[in-house]
């Protein structure tokens, strides 16, 4: 529990949140600036700021309840689809320093793109492609 960070707060019952699913290590509520009708965020109930922070029993937990959750908001929002993702960090717009999970409800024609939108496709050789795979390996 981290006293100022407001996903704590609303796990613990100070700020309101609209609820619509928990498990023993995670809590999930609508976003309180929606990117679409239904958009939920799913966090741990204990404070870790990243993703790669969260012990393993509770990252299972979490992404156990987005994979609940993620039929029910897309039926909910009448959704054909859903993006799913979190900002890991401030680099990568990370606003709350709490790690969440969005699942943000998709439609035909809602003006969204898909992540690959979000970036340029580099052009990344094959020998680098092996050495960037032994680098992520070899950090485990």
């Known amino acids: 529990m981290s006293e100022d960070c407001i996903f704590c707060q609303i796990v613990d019952g100070e700020i309101p949140s609209h609820a619509v699913g928990e498990n023993d290590s995670a809590y999930a509520f609508l976003d309180v600036n929606p990117l679409a009708r239904g958009h939920t965020v799913v966090i741990p109930k204990e404070h870790h700021e990243h993703v790669g922070d969260m012990p393993g029993e509770v990252a299972a937990e979490l992404f156990q309840?987005?994979?609940?959750?993620?039929?029910?908001?897309?039926?909910a929002a009448g959704a054909t689809g859903?993006?799913?993702?979190?900002?890991?960090?401030?680099?990568?717009?990370?606003?709350?320093?709490?790690?969440?999970?969005?699942?943000?409800?998709?439609?035909?024609?809602?003006?969204?793109?898909?992540?690959?939108?979000?970036?340029s496709i580099q052009d990344?050789?094959?020998?680098?492609?092996?050495?960037?795979?032994?680098?992520?390996?070899?950090?485990?």
Do not use: K, W
């Open 82 to 119: 859903s993006t799913i993702g979190f900002n890991n960090g401030e680099d990568a717009g990370q606003e709350v320093p709490h790690a969440h999970c969005h699942i943000v409800p998709r439609a035909p024609g809602d003006g969204g793109g898909t992540i690959h939108t979000l970036f």
């Open 124 to 140: 990344i050789d094959d020998d680098e492609m092996g050495d960037i795979a032994e680098s992520i390996r070899d950090a485990r």
């Open 65 to 75: 309840l987005v994979n609940d959750l993620t039929p029910a908001v897309q039926a």
